[in-house]
């Protein structure tokens, strides 16, 4: 199961929905889950972990 693509589709709902979904707490915890070492540091380099994420994800 990918929460990533359910969190992409609970993003498309309405605004609110998309809002929450943007959250970086949920996406920090993705990111955490598929690359430890990265979110070892205290800030992402790309600003958010949800930039960071989509990022990654597309290698």
Same mark, same amino acid.
């Given at each position: ?41 205290? *800030? ?6 949800? *930039? ?8």
């Amino acid at each position: 199961m990918d929460l990533s693509v359910d969190l992409a589709s609970v993003m498309a709902v309405c605004k609110q929905w998309r809002d929450t979904a943007r959250d970086d707490y949920f996406w920090k915890c993705l990111c955490a889950k598929r690359w430890p070492s990265i979110c070892k540091q205290p *800030n992402p380099p790309t600003g958010t972990y949800y *930039n960071l994420y989509k990022t990654f994800y597309k290698r």
